[in-house]
């Protein structure tokens, strides 16, 4: 340092000590003291109490607070620490904790962290001039940033995929029609994943409050995440693979459990539905067309003047008996749950509701009271196990009522004005927190509460569905984006929300298909609903006062565009419910973004090719506005067929598409495994006894494991499932099928082995006779216009077998 550095850090000095002022930033400062347990290093430092503790091989929990921390609690977090070999040593500058997987070096002077591999590679280090410091109430860690380093993740966040060089903000916030870029939307997840240096990490920010996240935003020195109250309290997620890192998430903040196979159907929505010949046209009308579907869900306009726990007496004389001729057609009902409830002398909810003093109060403990929906209305208070008790009894109401689904919305907590006072006080399980701790939670919160109430009503397994959430959402619910626009860019946005949610750890999402506000184009409805077909949530809906948007009302054509892919994702039940089995058990998402397993591959990122998504492991889905009459595919390494017609494509390319209004382009990966079945209009109903195996010949060694249950219960927790993991070896050029596990029985007695790209040369090996077929996976679109051209039958030349479905392990040769 110069004299004259050393002298104006003289004068600064001088400045504050003779003004009295005080540094309106507070650093941690030094250590001053520290204890050593053995997984555990507490401290304290010149301004702040702190702790670090090794929560697994590959994650390392930091708290730090200005005050001694806090009784330890998180509505996020299921995972106890795993016992761990952890190595100690400390000298006087920094201790040093070191697993088989990661070591992380503590600086005392001043604290700051830094983690590095175990070979000594730096992933991810405070910032060393800013470290960790508060303004005021404001708690902030800055992180170096490292050449190159790429950002992702982040939940439900607007955007490009990498989201270096932007700042985002976690406060659940009601954002009608909002625009591709706005931020925050409706649900927050504090966690993200940096990539460098063919290194990934994952960060999760554990508080409540609201939180922001820059990614070098506005400055080209750090990351940094932040939080305007609370403690510093994050887990840093350490793996050589990015899908490693989602695993280990979910695990700290668990997994989803397995949803009923009705949910994974088709859902026709709108707001709204209404009065119930209106509801039974609509069923009708689905299947006289022949449009598969499991699900209708009915709007605020099924209450009784928009009061939760009534029905609508003029619209719904007996929703029970309607709700029972829908189940009947083989649809699932399910209805719009909203928090507030109107003060309104009379009303049973509401008066039962003060009775037994579950509302969320003012410091004055008077009941806090905003317009919504039905008008003034007081809000249970989710944070409180009183709260959740008595909403367990009140969601019976629909139960008893025939309904199977619940959709929790305006749960941000959404009301007119948008203003919601800080002094509102929470529960939080006992801890008491004001609304700034306790708004990012509620939705949560109400979300658990439902599922938990519908469980309880039902003993079976309830769809929930929420528009607001917190990290740990994916226990409980499906999300879906929200109130988005009738736009060819709010389609692809969306695309990139459900991949995003994918990075953070939310398998079950889903947006409103043809947008939700505004009226879609022909070809834009037609793009979407192609679109939808690969996503794990499969929900059109759109808005009052908006065109009827059921596939008919766009045409003949696209009601047979739509009818094709619809068809297609019920004949790909079996792999959708397999990829779902993989996602309650792993955490891996359905929607996957190119970067799970592409994740140091520059293409990735660039703007022409971040919205494709693989759709579990083996479909590679490439979404186009419904204007391109062209656009560019990267195909990562690997071989590719094209899912119409069998085309191979190499991999590590890119390629120019004609692209098609009658098909999306959709791509199989060589080495997949794809299990269909016949076409079904309803989960109901059964498919034929054969489960069609799709082989696709490739260059890597692949496994896919076959799942199935009864679809509705909890048995399988027991044991009750069938499950089969079938290996695709490519050096050994077999495919083996190992013992089934697991005590169910298979809805499919033989198995119709499907070879995709196998020629005469591989002399495939099985106990039944090959034979040469064309399938088609897609139905020709009709020709409407008598002078226009008949559009070809397209489909794949393949060799097929059917075989017995043993049991037992056997190989098939080639």
């Given at each position: 340092m110069s004299k004259f550095s050393i002298f104006i850090l003289f004068l600064v000095a001088a400045f504050f000590n003779v003004s009295g002022q005080q540094n309106p930033v507070l650093s941690a400062g030094d250590v001053t003291s520290t204890s050593i347990e053995t997984q555990k290093l507490t401290f304290k430092t010149t301004n702040a109490f702190g702790e670090i503790q090794v929560y697994s091989p590959n994650m390392v929990r930091v708290r730090l607070d200005k005050k001694p921390l806090a009784k330890d609690f998180s509505y996020a977090v299921v995972m106890q620490p795993q016992k761990t070999n952890v190595k100690v040593s400390q000298s006087e500058n920094e201790i040093v904790l070191l697993t088989d997987s990661l070591k992380a070096v503590i600086s005392k002077k001043p604290f700051a962290v830094a983690f590095f591999t175990t070979d000594g590679k730096l992933i991810n280090q405070d910032e060393k001039g800013l470290q960790n410091s508060w303004v005021a109430e404001e708690v902030t860690a800055y992180k170096q940033m490292q050449p190159g380093e790429r950002f992702v993740g982040l939940g439900e966040k607007n955007g490009n995929l990498d989201r270096k060089g932007n700042g985002y903000t976690n406060w659940n916030y009601d954002a009608f029609g909002y625009s591709t870029g706005q931020d925050p939307l409706y649900s927050s997840i504090p966690f993200y994943i940096g990539i460098h240096n063919r290194l990934n990490y994952g960060i999760f920010l554990d508080n409540t409050y609201q939180t922001d996240f820059n990614f070098g935003a506005s400055n080209n020195r750090f990351s940094s995440f932040s939080a305007q109250g609370g403690e510093l309290n994050y887990y840093f997620i350490y793996h050589t693979q990015?899908?490693?890192?989602?695993?280990?998430?979910?695990?700290?903040?668990?997994?989803?459990?397995?949803?009923?196979?009705?949910?994974?159907?088709?859902?026709?929505?709108?707001?709204?539905?209404?009065?119930?010949?209106?509801?039974?046209?609509?069923?009708?009308?689905?299947?006289?067309?022949?449009?598969?579907?499991?699900?209708?869900?009915?709007?605020?306009?099924?209450?009784?003047?928009?009061?939760?726990?009534?029905?609508?007496?003029?619209?719904?004389?007996?929703?029970?008996?309607?709700?029972?001729?829908?189940?009947?057609?083989?649809?699932?009902?399910?209805?719009?749950?909203?928090?507030?409830?109107?003060?309104?002398?009379?009303?049973?909810?509401?008066?039962?509701?003060?009775?037994?003093?579950?509302?969320?109060?003012?410091?004055?403990?008077?009941?806090?009271?905003?317009?919504?929906?039905?008008?003034?209305?007081?809000?249970?208070?989710?944070?409180?196990?009183?709260?959740?008790?008595?909403?367990?009894?009140?969601?019976?109401?629909?139960?008893?009522?025939?309904?199977?689904?619940?959709?929790?919305?305006?749960?941000?907590?959404?009301?007119?004005?948008?203003?919601?006072?800080?002094?509102?006080?929470?529960?939080?399980?006992?801890?008491?927190?004001?609304?700034?701790?306790?708004?990012?939670?509620?939705?949560?919160?109400?979300?658990?509460?439902?599922?938990?109430?519908?469980?309880?009503?039902?003993?079976?397994?309830?769809?929930?569905?929420?528009?607001?959430?917190?990290?740990?959402?994916?226990?409980?619910?499906?999300?879906?984006?929200?109130?988005?626009?009738?736009?060819?860019?709010?389609?692809?946005?969306?695309v990139r929300l459900l991949n995003s949610l994918g990075l953070s750890g939310v398998a079950f999402t889903g947006m409103d298909i043809g947008g939700f506000t505004g009226n879609p184009s022909i070809s834009l409805y037609a793009r979407w609903i192609q679109i939808g077909a690969f996503n794990p949530y499969f929900r059109n809906h759109t808005a009052v006062n908006t065109k009827s948007s059921e596939p008919w009302a766009y045409g003949e054509e696209v009601t047979e565009i739509s009818r094709n892919f619809i068809n297609l994702r019920y004949k790909l039940l079996p792999y959708l419910y397999s990829t779902f089995n993989e996602a309650a058990k792993t955490g891996m998402p359905v929607v996957r973004s190119l970067a799970f397993s592409n994740t140091h591959e520059p293409k990735v990122y660039d703007g022409k090719f971040q919205n494709q998504f693989m759709f579990g492991q083996a479909f590679l889905v490439a979404p186009f506005e419904s204007t391109k009459e062209y656009g560019a595919v990267f195909f990562p390494k690997g071989n590719w067929y094209s899912l119409y017609n069998d085309e191979q494509v190499a991999g590590d390319t890119e390629k120019i598409l004609r692209l098609s209004l009658q098909q999306l382009p959709v791509f199989v990966k060589g080495g997949s495994i794809v299990p269909m079945q016949s076409l079904i209009q309803n989960t109901t109903e059964k498919p034929s006894d054969t489960l069609v195996l799709h082989i696709y010949r490739g260059m890597q060694n692949n496994k896919f494991v076959y799942y199935e249950d009864d679809g509705e219960t909890y048995n399988y927790e027991n044991g009750d499932y069938y499950q089969r993991e079938i290996n695709y070896d490519a050096a050994q050029r077999k495919i083996v099928f190992n013992q089934v596990d697991g005590n169910f029985k298979s809805k499919f007695t033989s198995l119709k082995l499907v070879f995709h790209g196998f020629d005469d040369k591989d002399k495939i090996q099985t106990s039944g006779s090959l034979k040469a077929e064309l399938i088609s996976f897609i139905d020709p679109v009709s020709r409407f216009d008598p002078q226009g051209f008949a559009n070809p039958t397209i489909g794949c030349n393949v060799k097929t077998v059917i075989i017995a479905n043993d049991k037992n392990r056997f190989e098939i040769k080639y």
């Open positions: 990015l899908s490693d890192i989602v695993k280990s998430y979910t695990a700290l903040t668990g997994r989803m459990k397995m949803p009923p196979l009705w949910s994974l159907g088709y859902q026709q929505n709108r707001y709204s539905y209404y009065p119930e010949t209106e509801v039974m046209r609509i069923a009708q009308t689905l299947r006289e067309k022949k449009i598969p579907a499991d699900g209708i869900t009915l709007d605020i306009h099924y209450m009784d003047q928009y009061k939760l726990f009534t029905w609508d007496k003029q619209r719904f004389g007996d929703p029970l008996a309607m709700n029972k001729k829908l189940k009947a057609m083989g649809f699932k009902t399910t209805v719009i749950v909203d928090p507030g409830i109107k003060v309104e002398d009379g009303y049973a909810a509401y008066e039962d509701g003060v009775k037994k003093n579950i509302f969320v109060k003012y410091v004055d403990s008077t009941n806090f009271t905003a317009q919504v929906w039905p008008g003034w209305c007081h809000f249970p208070d989710f944070t409180s196990p009183l709260g959740r008790n008595w909403w367990h009894e009140k969601i019976k109401f629909f139960a008893n009522t025939g309904v199977d689904g619940i959709w929790n919305d305006m749960n941000e907590i959404a009301s007119w004005g948008q203003k919601m006072p800080s002094n509102i006080i929470f529960n939080y399980d006992g801890a008491l927190a004001s609304h700034k701790q306790a708004h990012n939670v509620y939705g949560l919160q109400m979300a658990r509460s439902s599922f938990e109430g519908m469980v309880q009503a039902t003993n079976k397994r309830p769809f929930n569905l929420t528009r607001a959430g917190y990290a740990g959402l994916q226990r409980y619910t499906a999300i879906w984006t929200g109130d988005n626009r009738s736009e060819e860019d709010h389609m692809l946005a969306g």
